[in-house]
């Protein structure tokens, strides 16, 4: 076989989408000889235009679970903040600390939430699309 299949990454990490060919993607791909006293080629592919239909089902699942996340992030931050306050009233002789603290975790959720909310709708934008995408067309005339 030629080099060219022999030819692999050795990355920390191997994406699954890696090894298949790109088939209607336009790409873009450059070489490019290192001039800052590095010796070696650098070859370079970026991918202009991908795959024309966009799948808006599993982008819809990668916001739902983003949503989910965020709603975990705004759980985690405001039980933390309660366990704060909790601490201001039983440790007296910090409680500003734990004030601070408080009030922090208490904007953390609030980000959260409002992260938590952002997505919601993406999800939702991403449901209509794929509705519009395979509604049956009814033409009256």
Known sequence: MSEEKHHHHHHLFHHKDEDKPVDDAVAYSETTYATDGYTGYAETTQVLADDPT????????????LEHLG???????????????HKAKKDPEHAHKHKIEE???????????????????????????????????????
């Open 103 to 141: 009030e922090i975790a208490a904007v953390a959720a609030v980000g959260a939430g409002g992260y938590a909310f952002h997505e919601h709708h993406e999800r939702k934008e991403a449901k209509e699309e794929y509705k519009e995408s395979h509604e049956k067309k009814h033409h009256l005339f």
């Open 71 to 85: 709603e975990l992030g705004a759980a985690a931050a405001g039980a933390y903040a309660l366990h704060e306050k």
């Open 54 to 65: 966009p799948d808006y089902k599993k982008e819809e699942k990668h916001h739902k679970h």
